[in-house]
C-alpha cells in the first residue's frame, strides 16, 4: 500500500497544471480522461443500482435486473446483498465499467419521494449495513462502487437547487451516518449531491472536506474536529458542478460529465491566476489517481475474478429473500397446488411487471419473467392446474413507447422500429433497426439535424388511438402522411431526467383499424442545449372500466384461489419529481374490493418501490410486498406463493393506512428551502413519537412458520464512547423457538429506548439486528451486536460523540412495534477516545 502511495506520488509530479486539470473534468458522458505520461486509461462509469447499463443507453444491449434497493434491504440479509453486489461486478467488467454509480444511501424520510426504489431505507442502521454489503459485494470484484448522493438528498422535488435546512445532529445521526458506514468500509468513491445544505450547495460543502475527508482522531491527542478520513475520489452527480472557484476549493475532486464544465473553462486560468491553491488540485489528481488504481487503469492491468455461474439463479432466491408477507388470515399461504386447481391472475401488472425504477438508473434486460408466467410455469410443474388471466381494469390511456410485439420496421419488416437521422435537407445520413419507440441515445452522426422513428403499428382493436412524441424543440407526428401535430416545444426544465431521459409526451388521436397497419413517424430536430431524446409512443382507445371489472369479478368466483397484482406506474413514481399521493393509481384500490368480495382466498401482491395505501388490507387474507422485484420477479413470486421459499422480507419503511396519517410527509419546498423541523425523527421514530399507529410497522414480516420471543441477556453495564462513537458496544442474546409446522428464518430486532434523559431521543430506535434459522420446535439464539455508537448521540456544541450515563432499556422482537422482550443496560459516561469503528456494529 506505502508503495502504491509513492508510486502515485511520482506519477503526480510528472504531470504539469495543465494535465492536472484536464483530468478533473469528464471526456465525455460516463468516461475520464486517459493520460498516456502516467499509463493512465479511462476510467468508465455507469448508472445502475439494480443493474449495469453501460456507457450507451441502448435497449438492444441487455443488463442483468436485480430487485430494487428498496427490496434487497428489506431481505435485512447482508451476505446475499453482497453476493448481488458482486454479480453487478461483474457486469460492470462484462460492459468495460470500472465505477459503478451505487449505492444510493439517502433515507425514506418521507414516503411521498419519487426515487425511494433506489434507496435503502427510512433508518440509518438499515441503511448503512445494506450499503456496507453492497460496496464490499462490488469491490472485492475489482469494481469501485460510489456512495451516493452525498448529502441530504432524500426528495426529487427541486432536486437541483432546493436548500435542505437540517440540524448539525440530525446529519450526523441520520443522513450522513450510512455514507459514514461505507467510508469505513473502504468505498473508493462518493459522489456529491445537487441539493444544498444549509445554504451551500453540495459540490461545494465544507462537508466534503469535513467530516469526509478529515482526519480520524489518534489517542492521546486532544480531541479535535471528528473526521472520517476517507481517501477515495468525490464525484459530482451530472452537472452538479455548476461554478467554478468555490467547488474547485472545496473536497470535490471530478466534474462530471465533460468535456465541458466550469472547470474545464476555467480551472486552468484560476490555478495559474493563484486564486486556486495548486495543492488543491494535486490532492484531486492524487485521488483520481488512487482510484485508478484501485480498479486497474493505472499501470499494468491486473486479473479479475471471473464471472459466476447461477447468475438467475441468484435474481430468483432475492426475489423470494425481499418479499414482505404482511398478512396471511387463515393460513391462505403457501398455496397448495392439489387444491388450487383453478387459478385466476388479475390485474395489469401481472403481465406488465414493473421490475424496476425509472430515471437514470433504468437498464435494459434479455428477458422479464411475468407473474403470470411464474405462476403458469410452477402449476404446470406441480400438474397443470387451470390458469386464467384477465386485467380487471382497461388498459392505460397514457402512451407507452411502441413495442416491438404490435409493430415493425418499414425497411426491413422485423419487429420494432427505423430510426434515421437526417441532414438539413432532409437527406438521410444513418438509419438502424431498434427495438423500441423511447430513443434516448440516437447515433452520433456528423451533419445530422433531425431524428425520425418510422414504424409500422398494428392496431390490436378499433378506434381512437392516442398516438405521442416525446422530446422538446421543433417536433411533428404523422399517421399514414397525415400531420396529426406540428410545432414548437420549448425546454421547460433543467432536471437531467426530465431533459435527457424522460421529456414529456405531445399527444394526438388517430383512428386506427383492427388489424391494419398504419405507418406512424415521428421527427424531432436537434437543438444545442435540449438533449437528444426522441420518443414515440401509443396507446389504444379507452376500455369499458365496468366491463373489465365484471370479467375480473367473474374469474375470481369461478376460481379456487384469485392472486391480483395491483401496483405503481412510472407516472406515479420516478425519478426526476415526488409523488402526490400514496394511493394506487387507476382504480385498482376497487379492483381489489372487488375480487376479495367474490373469492374469500384472494392473495394480493403489491408492485412498487416503496409505500402505498392499502385501505383494503383487512379484506384480503393475504397480503404481499413484491416491490420492484427485478426480471426474474415471477419466478421467484412463484416460489413464495407456492411454498418453495419463504417469504423473507421485513420491512425496510413504515407503511402508513393513509397518507394523512403520515407524520413526515412534506417534500416541498417553501421559497426554496425543504426544513427537516423533525430532527432526528423519522419513519417508525416518527411515528412512536407521534403516538399514531401505521398499518404496519418497520421491521413486520411474517414467514410460513411462528416464533416465541422466551428470553434475552446483555450486561447489565458498559462504558461510553469515545468522541468517534466508537468503543466495546454491547451483545444482546435473544433466545426465541420456531413454534410453527416448519424450518424458517426470523429477523430478530433489537431496540433502544430511554426514559430519563436530558437528551432528545427517539421514543425507541434501532440498535441491531440479526437473522437466526430453526427447524420446528427448536430453540435458537440470536447474537445481537449494538455498537457504543448506539447507546450515544452528536453534540452539536462538543463536536463530538457523547454518552449519557444511566440506565437504557433494550427491547427484542419482530419489528418496531412488536418488542416483547426488554432489559437494561447501565452506562457509563463518555469514556477516553478509542480510535475504531464508529459503526463497528454496521460491518457485522
Request: aromatic share 4%.
Amino acid at each position: 500500500m506505502a508503495e502504491d502511495e509513492t508510486e502515485t506520488e511520482r506519477l503526480l509530479e510528472k504531470l504539469d497544471i495543465g494535465q492536472k486539470v484536464r483530468l478533473l473534468t469528464g471526456a465525455s458522458n460516463w468516461r475520464t480522461y486517459a493520460e498516456p505520461a502516467v499509463g493512465l486509461r479511462p476510467l468508465t462509469m455507469s448508472d445502475g443500482p439494480a443493474g449495469v447499463r453501460g456507457e450507451a443507453w441502448d435497449e438492444r444491449q441487455t443488463s442483468l435486473v436485480l430487485p430494487s434497493p428498496t427490496a434487497l434491504a428489506a431481505s435485512w440479509d447482508e451476505e446475499l446483498v453482497r453476493k448481488l453486489g458482486g454479480l453487478l461486478a461483474a457486469e460492470a467488467r462484462r460492459k468495460g465499467v470500472q465505477v459503478l454509480l451505487a449505492p444510493t444511501l439517502n433515507l425514506h424520510r418521507s414516503p411521498l419521494g419519487g426515487r425511494h426504489f433506489e434507496c435503502f431505507s427510512e433508518d440509518p442502521l438499515l441503511t448503512a449495513r445494506t450499503g456496507v454489503a453492497f460496496v464490499t459485494g462490488v469491490q472485492q470484484g475489482g469494481v469501485a462502487a460510489t456512495a451516493k448522493h452525498f448529502v441530504a438528498n432524500d426528495a426529487e422535488t427541486d432536486r437541483l437547487h432546493v436548500d435542505v435546512r437540517v440540524a448539525e445532529r440530525t446529519l450526523r445521526e441520520l443522513y450522513l451516518a450510512p455514507f459514514e458506514a461505507a467510508v469505513e468500509a473502504g468505498v473508493w468513491a462518493v459522489m456529491s449531491a445537487y441539493n444544498k445544505v444549509n445554504g451551500v450547495t453540495m459540490s461545494a460543502s465544507p462537508l466534503l472536506d469535513h467530516p469526509l475527508k478529515g482526519g480520524r482522531p489518534v489517542a492521546g491527542e486532544p480531541p479535535g474536529e471528528v473526521g472520517w478520513g476517507f481517501d477515495g475520489l468525490v464525484v459530482s452527480d451530472w452537472g452538479a458542478v455548476r461554478s467554478l472557484c468555490d467547488s474547485a476549493r472545496s473536497g470535490q475532486d471530478l466534474a462530471m460529465p465533460g468535456p465541458a464544465s466550469p472547470w474545464a473553462a476555467g480551472l486552468f486560468a484560476a490555478v495559474t491566476a493563484g486564486l486556486i491553491d495548486e495543492a488543491r488540485i494535486d490532492d484531486k489528481v492524487r485521488r483520481l489517481l488512487r482510484l485508478a488504481r484501485r480498479v486497474g487503469a493505472l499501470g499494468s492491468a491486473g486479473g479479475l475474478p471471473a464471472p459466476s455461474a447461477g447468475r438467475r439463479t441468484l435474481l430468483r432466491r432475492a426475489v423470494a429473500a425481499g418479499t414482505v408477507l404482511l398478512r396471511n388470515e387463515r393460513d391462505v399461504l403457501p398455496l397448495d397446488p392439489a387444491q388450487s386447481r383453478r387459478v385466476a391472475v388479475i390485474g395489469p401488472h401481472a403481465t406488465a411487471v414493473r421490475i424496476q425504477g425509472g430515471g437514470s438508473a433504468e437498464v435494459f434486460p434479455s428477458s422479464v419473467v411475468t407473474p403470470l408466467a411464474g405462476i403458469e410455469a410452477a402449476l404446470r410443474e406441480a400438474g397443470g392446474a387451470g390458469v386464467t388471466y384477465t386485467p380487471g381494469l382497461p388498459p392505460h390511456t397514457r402512451p407507452r413507447p411502441l413495442d416491438p410485439a404490435w409493430t415493425r420496421d418499414p425497411r426491413d419488416g422485423e419487429p420494432g422500429v427505423l430510426v434515421r437521422l437526417l441532414d438539413a435537407h432532409g437527406a438521410e445520413l444513418h438509419a438502424e433497426h431498434r427495438l423500441s419507440g423511447r430513443i434516448v441515445e440516437p447515433a452520433r452522426v456528423a451533419g445530422a439535424v433531425t431524428v425520425e422513428i418510422r414504424a409500422l403499428v398494428r392496431a390490436t382493436q378499433s378506434g381512437s388511438w392516442t398516438l405521442g412524441v416525446g422530446g422538446w424543440g421543433l417536433m411533428s407526428l404523422s399517421v399514414d402522411g397525415r400531420t396529426l401535430l406540428s410545432g414548437e416545444y420549448p425546454l421547460d426544465s433543467d432536471d437531467p431526467t426530465r431533459v435527457h431521459v424522460s421529456p414529456p409526451y405531445r399527444c394526438a388521436e388517430a383512428e386506427l383499424a383492427e388489424g391494419v397497419e398504419s405507418e406512424v413517424v415521428a421527427r424531432r430536430r436537434l437543438e444545442p442545449g435540449t438533449g437528444v431524446a426522441t420518443l414515440l409512443a401509443a396507446a389504444p382507445p379507452p376500455g369499458d372500466a365496468p366491463t373489465a371489472l365484471a370479467a375480473a369479478v367473474a374469474a375470481a368466483r369461478n376460481a379456487d384461489v384469485a392472486v391480483v397484482v395491483v401496483g405503481t406506474t412510472e407516472e406515479s413514481e420516478s425519478e426526476g419529481r415526488d409523488r402526490e399521493s400514496l394511493a394506487l393509481p387507476d382504480g385498482q384500490d376497487a379492483l381489489v374490493r372487488a375480487v376479495a368480495r367474490a373469492n374469500p382466498r384472494t392473495v394480493v401482491l403489491v408492485n412498487s418501490g416503496g409505500p402505498v395505501a392499502l385501505p383494503w388490507h383487512r379484506d384480503v387474507p393475504a397480503l404481499l410486498l413484491a416491490w420492484l422485484p427485478g426480471q426474474e420477479a415471477g419466478h421467484g413470486l412463484a416460489d413464495v406463493l407456492f411454498g418453495r421459499a419463504e417469504p423473507g422480507g421485513r420491512l425496510p419503511t413504515t407503511w402508513a393506512l393513509a397518507q394523512e396519517d403520515v407524520p413526515v410527509l412534506d417534500t416541498l419546498p417553501h421559497d426554496g428551502r425543504l426544513s427537516y423541523e423533525e430532527g432526528i425523527h423519522i419513519g417508525h421514530r416518527a411515528w412512536l413519537r407521534a403516538g399514531a399507529e401505521p398499518a404496519y410497522w418497520f421491521g413486520h414480516g411474517l414467514g410460513y412458520t411462528t416464533w416465541t420471543y422466551e428470553g434475552m441477556d446483555a450486561p447489565s453495564a458498559v462504558g461510553g464512547s469515545g468522541a468517534d462513537g466508537s468503543g466495546a458496544g454491547v451483545d444482546v442474546r435473544v433466545r426465541l423457538r420456531n413454534t410453527g409446522p416448519r424450518r424458517g428464518r426470523e429477523v430478530v430486532q433489537v431496540y433502544v429506548t430511554r426514559t430519563d434523559t436530558a437528551v432528545d431521543r427517539p421514543v425507541r430506535a434501532l440498535a441491531g439486528y440479526a437473522a437466526v434459522e430453526a427447524g420446528p420446535g427448536e430453540e435458537a439464539v440470536a447474537t445481537v451486536r449494538l455498537a457504543a455508537r448506539a447507546l450515544s448521540h452528536w453534540s452539536a456544541d462538543q463536536g463530538r460523540w457523547e454518552t449519557e450515563p444511566g440506565e437504557f432499556t433494550l427491547l427484542a422482537g419482530s419489528s418496531a412495534g412488536e418488542l416483547p422482550l426488554s432489559t437494561t443496560v447501565t452506562v457509563a459516561a463518555s469514556g477516553p477516545l478509542t480510535p475504531g469503528a464508529p459503526m463497528e456494529s454496521a460491518l457485522h
